[in-house]
């Protein structure tokens, strides 16, 4: 069984963004890139598939810039077989990412395909549910725990009331939540392993899709503060206050 | 102009959080539909009939919806989606699992998760955990558009008289089935919805610690959420989460204790009207957004407060 993984390059978690100062955009000058952590437990769960003997081979894939091969050496470091870059000098919407992503799949034909729920820069939470609607494949979101049973897979899924389980033919889209696992750090050795393995890289153009945009992003704005607060001395102060000044509790 | 929404439900009850989505749509103008997919689910129909302001129940009742799943929910929803500008659900897991595939199968790209209507084709929504605020407008025919209940006031779920119109299957699908579900049952009010909230973190230690805000809550009627640091310990359930990638919660009253305040946290909380914030580091993150703070070992403080109210 052959999964591919799509993953993106982001924003690290630790770095708090801000707007431009004509707030046109975000501020993503000097700031450190990563791999959406979510990408990182779907290559985990993609790798552990294959040392359990499920998977023959990993793919991963990316649609960015060029600078998006640094987090598929990541992938292949962490234990994915080859890394397919889509390559685009322009920052995508999830319905053309999708579309690309439909393409890669459509030639490779993988049983299962694993994204993150969201990345944690635009916080879409789109993409998965998207490329399995443009290839009517079915789809389980926000796993924390899949097993592949014959031609057809249970994923256990993190919903509002709690969990829910469900069964979905192959090939079929996971989304991986938090809990699915903890993905692994890569080791040295691995990571210059990592360097000879093969990487494919097309432009998005040779795709034939329309990535045009369609939506404008017409302004970006730091959000409402806060007034300060004040630190209170006793939990007796901090009782009091919530009933006498902010009346929150009587 | 016309929105359809989807409304969420179990079968037999209409969730609040559609009646956040709703007022919504009012504040992007024109007609407003409700759409209830489901299984045996008149009385949800019902219900969202007497909605204010509601002009039109579609109703798809059919034992191939009773699990809601997305294959079939969305080509349901397609199905309808001619007569309508605005398709709209609320950004909970159940709209984010559905409305995305809808998006792609209308070739519309989805705005997720807006916390404010500036007009019929622009939205507000926060991005990167809320660090920034995006206002984007868009230029699809359909508007495919998630709603973070807690940044709309809900409408009054009575005083409407909508008819109710029944819509036949479409697109049913086998690709996917349910086998089971585990929900958490509580006599606590909802996460989401409650008033109060008071959540712990890695600070409290274990799950067995967790009575000690437990009792905290039921003197205030509040319900219990953790930091994902606790979930990921097993103190609680995934359902408890709170932040970016967990529960949006905005109550009157939000009690963080042994949260350090990480962003991902924030992101889930910060609009809350007054923020409580206790812990033994005064210099953690949490107090920055805190309106009162109290620097204190949460297992000295916390029976003190239960003792207090
Ligand atoms: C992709 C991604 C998504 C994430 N999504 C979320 C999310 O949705 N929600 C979320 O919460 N986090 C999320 N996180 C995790 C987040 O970055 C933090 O790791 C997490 O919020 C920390 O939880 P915590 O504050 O409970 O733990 P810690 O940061 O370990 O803080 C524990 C706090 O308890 C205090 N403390 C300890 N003992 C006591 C005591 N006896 N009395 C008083 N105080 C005490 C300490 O001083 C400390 O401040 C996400 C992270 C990533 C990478
Ligand atoms: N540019 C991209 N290239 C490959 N995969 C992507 C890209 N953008 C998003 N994804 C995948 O889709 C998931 C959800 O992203 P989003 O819908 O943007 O929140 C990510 O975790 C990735 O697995």
Known sequence: ?250 | MSTLVIAEHDNSNLKPSTLNTLAAANAIGGSVHLLVVGSSCQAVADACAAVDGVEKVLLADDAAYANQLAESTANLIKSVAADYSHILAPATTFGKNVLPRLSALLDVQQISEITEVVSEDTFKRPIYAGSCIATVKSNDATKVITVRATAFDPVSDSGGSATIEAVTPEGVSDLSSFVGEEIAKSDRPELTAASIVISGGRGMQSGDNFHLLETIADKLGAAVGASRAAVDAGFVPNDYQVGQTGKIVAPDLYIAVGISGAIQHLAGMKDSKVIVAINKDEDAPIFQVADYGLVADLFDALPELSDNL
């Open chain 1, 1 to 250: 069984m052959k999964i591919v993984v799509p993953i993106k390059r982001v924003v690290d978690y630790n770095v708090k963004v801000r707007p431009l100062s004509d707030q046109s955009d975000v501020d993503l000058n000097n700031v450190k890139m990563s791999m959406n952590p979510f990408c990182e437990i779907a290559i985990e769960e993609a790798v552990r598939l294959k040392e359990a003997g499920t998977a023959t081979e990993v793919i991963a894939v990316t649609v960015g810039t060029s600078a998006s091969q640094e987090q598929l050496r990541t992938a292949l470091a962490l234990g994915a077989d080859r890394a397919i870059l889509i390559e685009t000098e322009s920052s995508l919407e999830p319905l053309a990412i999708s579309k690309a992503l439909a393409k890669v799949i459509e030639k490779e034909a993988p049983q299962l395909i694993i994204l993150g729920k969201q990345a944690i820069d635009g916080d879409n939470n789109q993409t998965g549910q998207m490329l399995a609607a443009l290839l009517n494949y079915s789809q389980a979101t926000f796993a924390s725990e899949i097993s592949i049973e014959g031609d057809s897979a249970s994923v256990t899924r993190e919903i509002d009331g709690g969990l829910q389980t469900i069964k979905v033919s192959l090939p079929a889209i996971v989304t991986t939540d938090l809990r699915l696992n903890e993905p692994r750090y890569a080791s040295l050795p691995n990571i210059m392993k990592a360097k000879k393995k093969e990487m494919d890289i097309q432009p998005v153009d040779s795709l034939g899709i329309d990535t045009a945009p369609r939506l404008e992003l017409i302004s970006v704005e730091p959000p409402a503060t806060r007034a300060e607060g004040i630190k209170v001395e006793s939990v007796e102060e901090l009782v009091s206050k919530l009933k006498n000044e902010a009346k929150v509790i009587s």
